[in-house]
């Protein structure tokens, strides 16, 4: 049943731009066309309260549950990597009960998967050290999309009814005007904000302009507009992340660490490393057929620190720490490498701050939203977009009929 609070107050159609097509995004559009949907069951009239959603994406997918993936030509099998978000939890009730359809269809999957600490080879060790850490379970599980990361974000958008997505559109930075209305009874006001694309082609005029972006692209589309809460979006600090993706082939023997009968696991930790996690593709749920995959993940400081470096010269230290976590010889070396960075991958979170939330500025009807004003993972996604969703359908919207 959804909130009762994600209910607009007014038998308005309001215009709706949602900035960044990524989970938020996705989130919020569907959150926003239930609320609508209720509002309207109750009135009986399926046409009042219809909104006009756009979803404004830069590039040419949506979801940023981020999949690459490669075929052999020899078996026709493929290499998979998980490259952006691995998995993710549902900590929350209401969040629980958000996933629950695409539970029961299999379409997310959790993953109960054996986790280890990895100590790699060193001075002290010649073989990689591996220790059980924990073991994933159903009772706080972790989630993953099948069958593959994107799946997920791919078929909220094909479920969204009201909500047109606009792929390969950069929104340059807001600019608000004064739109006079007409109507029989008489003339008013109505504040509006026209979009415009980097180009300066018109992408039309919103009630409410949603900007779902990382803090560092929100500031660049707030600049100098006179955004009531521009201070705050600052206070949230992003780190880079590179991830570094390895494929073997079919019949080639693995690595000393991924072929250990003693310890067999799917997520390591890497201790005393340029590396964080490690994570196995093909022990996943649903995912037996892909061929021998792992996608690793430097930490998040050390990425920071190189985030401008030279992508191959990042590439190569990558591949010589995987080396050491790994332990493969000439014959067990990885056919497969790419390197990918993320400028913005981790919200640095303060255990004794409260969440900053969404910002909102009442008057221009904008709002800043994003999982960096939360914990930054995708509950938090699905939190800030209910944050969202509440605040517009508590405003009295302006009726442009």
Partial sequence: MPDSSLQPTQTSSPKIAIIGGGLTGLFTATLLERAFSQINDKQNDNKSLLPQITIFEKSRSVGRLAT????????????????????????SASFQQFIKPWLKTDLLQPWCAQVVNLIPINANNQTPDI?????????????????????????????????????????????????????????????????????????G??????????NAQAVELMADRGFAEQTKITESQMQACYTLMLGWDDKQPLPEA???????????????????RIFIEHQKPAHN?????????ARNDWSEQHVDA?????????????????GWNADSM???????????????????????????????????????????????????????VARICAHSLISAD
């Fill in 258 to 276: 991924l072929s250990c009968q003693e310890m067999a696991w799917d997520v390591a930790y890497v201790q005393n490393s340029i590396l964080d």
């Fill in 310 to 326: 030279d992508i191959d010269t990042v590439k190569a230290q990558l591949l010589v720490a995987a080396k050491q976590a790994l």
């Fill in 334 to 388: 990885p056919s497969q490498v790419d390197c990918h960075r993320w400028r913005y991958a981790a919200t640095i979170t303060n255990a004794n701050k409260d969440e900053l939330g969404v910002l909102v500025d009442n008057e221009k009807q904008w709002i800043v939203s994003g999982d960096w004003c939360g914990q930054g993972n995708i509950e938090s996604c699905y939190q800030m977009a209910t944050q969202a």
């Fill in 68 to 91: 690459r993936y490669r075929t052999d030509s020899h078996t026709n099998k493929n290499w998979q990597w998980a490259f952006g978000a691995q998995f993710f939890t549902a900590k």
């Fill in 289 to 297: 057929e892909l061929l021998p995959s792992i996608t690793i993940d």
């Fill in 205 to 214: 005029s919103f009630d409410w302009v949603i900007c779902t972006a990382p």
């Fill in 131 to 203: 220790q059980p850490k924990e073991q994933w379970s159903s009772i706080q599980a972790r989630y993953i999309s099948t069958p593959k990361m994107t799946s997920w974000g791919r078929a909220l958008a094909d479920e969204l009814q009201h909500t047109t997505i606009n792929f390969k559109t950069r929104v340059a930075p807001l600019a608000q005007y004064n739109q006079t209305l007409a109507n029989k009874a008489s003339r008013k006001t109505n504040k509006k904000t026209e979009l415009f694309d980097e180009e300066g082609n018109s992408l």
